[in-house]
C-alpha cells in the first residue's frame, strides 16, 4: 500500500517548492541546516532510527571552513568541537621507516586554518540546528520514480512514498538515489581501491607516555612508507588522537567486487602489526596502543560521474563524489556542494516551475571541482605510498593546492551568472 506522507516544516519561505533530502549523514544535514536558513521547505529521510557516525575524528580544511562560514554553520561546528579551535597545523610528514626523517612540512599561508572533530559531535551540533518533525527516521529509498514533467516521487521500503519538488540524494557512497538516477539499479559503479584502512582513537596521554618522537598532540602528521601510511590528527582540543591506518595491496585494485555489507569488518591487533612490522619503532610504538579496531575497505566512484543531476533529482556528497580519503577532502566537498545547492534554490529567479534549471547549474559548476577533488585524492594516496620516490617532496609541496586555493566566492557567482540568463528553457540551451 503507498501512504503519501505529509510534509512537516514549517513553512518559513516564500518559496513554493520543497525539497526532499534521502540521507541523513554529515553532508545530508549541512544540506539540511543551509536549506532551511534559505528558507526553503525541506525534510530529512533517513534509513536508520537515528543519526549515527562512527567513532572517529574528521579533519575539515580551509576551504570546507571557509565554506562552512559562508553559510553561517561554522561557529555552530565549532562549538561542539570539545575545545578544539581551527588553527594553522602544518601537516608533517615523517617516514614510517627506521629513522623516522622529517620528509615535508606543509607551508601554510595565513587563511590555512583547519579543524579535526569528532564526527559525531559535528553530526549533533548540525542535528541540533534541525526542526525534529521535519527528520524521518526508518525511512530507507527503494527507489525514486520520475516522470517527465511530474515531480519525483521517493519509495520508501515500508511502502510509503513522498512526492517532492526536489529530490537531494546524500545517501553515501553505496547511494540508491545515484542508482535510480543512472537506471542501473544494483551496479553501484565504485571500485575497491585496494587499499585498507584500520580505523582507532587513542588518548593523547597514553600516545605522550609512548614516547614516540615526533609531537602528535599539535598538528597533524602522516607517517609515510611503501605500500602504506598513516595518518593522526588531534581532535578534542588535543586529548584524543585520531588515527587511521591505511595498507594497500595495488594487485586487488578494482579486482575484488565486494558485497556492500562487507566493506568494514572488524580486525585484529595482530593483523595490523603484521602489515607494519617492517616499520620504524615510532610506528610500532603507536599501534601498540590498539585495543581493537574495524577494518575499511576503502571504495570510490570510478569512473567520476558524468551527472550530478537528473531532471529534478541531484546528488551531493558521497553519493556524488565518494572518494579516497587520502586528502581528507570527503566531507569538505559535501559542504561545497550543499551551499551551492542552497544559494541556487534559494535564487529570487528560481520557483517551482524552473527549479530543474537551479539543479542543471548546480552540475554544471559543482560536478569538474568535486571529480577533480575525487581523482586527486587518489593519486595523493600513490604519492604517499610511493617510498622510495625522488618526486614525493615535490608532490607533497603542492598536495592540496587546487583543494585549498580555491576562490568560493568566485565559484559562486559563476554560478550566479548562469542563472541570471535564466530566461524559460534558454538556460538549457545555452550551457548544455
Ligand atoms: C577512513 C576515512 C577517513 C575520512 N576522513 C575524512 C576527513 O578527515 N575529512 C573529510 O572531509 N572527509 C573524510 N572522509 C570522507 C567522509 O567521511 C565522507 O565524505 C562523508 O562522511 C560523507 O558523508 P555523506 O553524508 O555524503 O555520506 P554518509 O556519511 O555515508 O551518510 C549517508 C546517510 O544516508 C543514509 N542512507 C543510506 N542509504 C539510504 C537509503 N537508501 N535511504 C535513506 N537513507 C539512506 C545512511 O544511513 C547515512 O546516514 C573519510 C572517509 C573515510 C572512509
Known amino acids: 500500500m503507498t501512504i503519501e506522507l505529509q510534509a512537516t516544516t514549517e513553512p518559513q519561505t516564500h518559496k513554493a517548492f520543497h525539497v526532499a533530502i534521502v540521507g541523513g549523514g554529515l553532508c545530508g544535514l549541512v544540506c539540511a541546516v543551509y536549506l532551511v536558513r534559505a528558507g526553503i521547505k525541506m525534510d530529512v529521510f533517513e534509513s536508520a532510527s537515528k543519526f549515527g557516525e562512527v567513532g572517529a575524528g574528521i579533519w575539515l580544511g580551509p576551504n570546507a571552513l571557509r565554506a562552512l562560514d559562508e553559510m553561517g554553520l561554522k561557529d555552530a561546528i565549532v562549538a561542539h568541537a570539545d575545545g578544539a579551535v581551527p588553527a594553522l597545523a602544518p601537516f608533517t610528514f615523517v617516514s614510517a621507516e627506521q629513522g623516522h626523517q622529517l620528509i615535508h612540512s606543509y607551508q601554510l599561508n595565513a587563511e590555512d586554518e583547519t579543524l579535526g572533530i569528532h564526527r559525531a559531535a559535528c553530526l549533533e551540533a548540525l542535528a541540533e540546528l534541525l526542526d525534529p518533525s521535519a ?120 579486482s575484488v567486487e565486494m558485497p556492500p555489507n562487507e566493506w568494514v569488518t572488524p580486525a585484529s591487533k595482530e593483523e595490523v602489526l603484521e602489515n607494519f612490522s617492517d616499520c620504524g619503532p615510532d610506528v610500532k610504538k603507536l599501534l601498540s596502543l590498539i585495543e581493537t579496531c574495524n577494518k575499511w575497505c576503502i571504495h570510490a566512484i570510478d569512473p567520476p560521474l558524468d551527472y550530478f543531476v537528473k531532471g529534478q533529482v541531484a546528488l551531493a556528497g558521497d553519493s556524488a563524489h565518494g572518494m579516497c580519503p587520502h586528502l581528507g577532502s570527503g566531507f569538505g566537498q559535501g559542504i561545497e556542494d550543499a551551499l551551492l545547492l542552497g544559494r541556487l534554490l534559494r535564487h529570487p529567479s528560481i520557483d517551482s516551475f524552473n527549479v530543474q534549471e537551479a539543479l542543471r547549474v548546480y552540475d554544471r559548476v559543482r560536478r569538474p571541482r568535486a571529480n577533480m577533488v575525487l581523482t586527486r585524492s587518489a593519486w595523493a594516496g600513490e604519492v604517499y605510498e610511493s617510498l622510495p620516490c625522488k618526486t614525493l617532496h615535490s608532490s607533497l609541496a603542492v598536495l592540496w593546492e587546487p583543494v585549498w586555493r580555491h576562490d568560493l566566492q568566485e565559484h559562486l557567482a559563476t554560478a550566479m551568472d548562469m542563472l541570471r540568463v535564466l530566461d524559460g528553457t534558454r538556460l538549457v540551451e545555452q550551457f548544455t
Open 135 to 254: 527528520i524521518h527516521f526508518n525511512k530507507r529509498c527503494t527507489y525514486i520514480s520520475q516522470e517527465n514533467s511530474s515531480r519525483p516521487v521517493i519509495h520508501f521500503k515500508d511502502g510509503t512514498s513522498f512526492a517532492a519538488d526536489v529530490v537531494i540524494g546524500t545517501d553515501g557512497i553505496k547511494s540508491m538515489v545515484r542508482q535510480a538516477i543512472s537506471g542501473e539499479t544494483g551496479r553501484l559503479g565504485v571500485r575497491f581501491t585496494g587499499t585498507v584502512a584500520y580505523r582507532a582513537l587513542f588518548h593523547l596521554d597514553d600516545v605522550r607516555r609512548m614516547g614516540i618522537q615526533a609531537d602528535l598532540s599539535c598538528n597533524p602528521h602522516c607517517f609515510v612508507g611503501a605500500a602504506k601510511h598513516i595518518i593522526t590528527v588531534p581532535i578534542k582540543g588535543g586529548k584524543i588522537l585520531n588515527v587511521v591506518i591505511f595498507y594497500t595491496d595495488r594487485s586487488l585494485l578494482g
